[in-house]
């Protein structure tokens, strides 16, 4: 019977089991964003990421790039490094001159995003995108791909443009299927510390401010963790409470996040609920935090064992006081 209730225990509380450990990033990524506000002015912003953390910034005075962490250039060398700084310097150039002279009609903002991921199976996918206004315009690898749509036209021109650089394919297809896929495996392989750590988050609760008379606005903390994938709940026993709001993900200069979750109830209701975290660095062993009631875990083995023994000391009595 003991046997059946740890096994129907096991099953039914929601342990951190489903809660794998977090692979980290698999991706790296190059974002350009230009805009363009007259036939003179325009400002490029260029970032490389890793997954949703940034590795890379961009000086667009000096057109070099920026590198963030120790391990940010992987295993490139400085002369690979200096001629990636100029392939980009020359792309910067000659794409801000080529809109200038052809595209002068309309104030606009181009974001591209490229780069390339790898695949659960080993295998690594390259992409490069182009949007205007936040629309799809374009996409590039062995050769230039307008995106179907209402600016297809306006496309097809810039794709002509890209036709008349020479070479222009085979560097982009060079870097996107050879450089990246290289570049990914030696920086995830140098950032591996960094990137495969786990910190445990601290957490607490606390009262916000009242947003209506009557009512109690419950906040959960759960500051410094990493990595960002985390579950947080406000729970009532074993029910998770709908009216759960969550913040946003704020993150720390060491690269760690903070998040609250909030809950919203009449200041008679709060008793009996608690905050639930799961994350990767728990080890499957989730947080739970109780709303105003703390009972140490000794208070606990007491309020077991001294009956027991009170009733265990009679036991003996009663027989002694028998013979
Ligand atoms: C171009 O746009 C910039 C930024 O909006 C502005 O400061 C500048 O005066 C404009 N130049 C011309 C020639 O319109
Ligand atoms: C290039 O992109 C086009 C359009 O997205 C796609 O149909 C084609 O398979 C891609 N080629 C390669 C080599 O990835
Ligand atoms: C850099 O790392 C990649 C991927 O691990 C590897 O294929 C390549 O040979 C390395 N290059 C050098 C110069 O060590």
Redesign the pocket.
């Known amino acids: 019977m003991l046997l059946l209730l740890l096994v129907l225990l096991a099953v039914l509380l929601p342990g951190g089991d489903n809660q794998e450990a977090s692979p980290g990033p698999t991706s790296f990524h190059i974002i350009q964003i230009s805009a363009f ?5 325009t400002k490029h912003c260029g970032s490389g990421w890793l997954g949703d953390l940034q590795i890379h910034g961009w000086d667009s005075d000096t057109g070099t790039a920026i590198f963030l962490k120790p391990w940010s250039k992987g295993n490139l060398s400085d002369v690979e490094v200096a001629e990636m700084d100029n392939i980009f310097q020359c792309y910067y150039f000659g794409f801000t001159r080529e809109v200038q002279e052809h595209i002068f009609d309309f104030q606009f903002k181009y974001q591209s995003i490229g780069g390339c991921e790898l695949q659960s199976g080993g295998a690594i996918v390259s992409s490069w995108k182009g949007a205007v206004g936040g629309l799809d315009f374009l996409s590039i690898n062995t050769t230039c791909w307008p995106a179907p749509g209402p600016s297809s036209s306006r496309a097809e021109k810039v794709c002509e443009i890209f036709a008349k650089y020479k070479g222009i394919f085979d560097t982009v297809e060079h870097l996107l299927y050879e450089t990246c896929p290289r570049f990914l495996l030696s920086v995830l392989e140098a950032g591996k510390v960094d990137l495969q750590r786990q910190v445990k988050p601290k957490t607490w609760l606390s009262s916000g401010p009242s947003p209506e008379p009557g009512h109690v606005l419950l906040v959960c903390h759960v500051s410094g963790f990493y990595p960002k994938p985390v579950w947080m709940m406000w729970m009532r026993g074993q029910q998770e409470q709908q009216g759960t709001q969550q913040g946003d993900f704020l993150p720390n200069a060491d690269g760690t996040w903070n998040l609250r979750t909030t809950l919203e109830v009449a200041a008679g209701e709060a008793a009996g609920l608690a905050c639930r975290v799961k994350h990767s660095s728990l080890g499957g062993q989730d947080l739970v935090l109780y709303w105003g009631r703390s009972i140490p875990i000794g208070l606990v083995i007491l309020a077991i064992t001294v009956p027991a023994l009170i009733f265990l000391l009679g036991l003996v009595l009663w027989f002694w006081r028998r013979r």
């Open positions: 506000a007259n036939s003179t002015w």
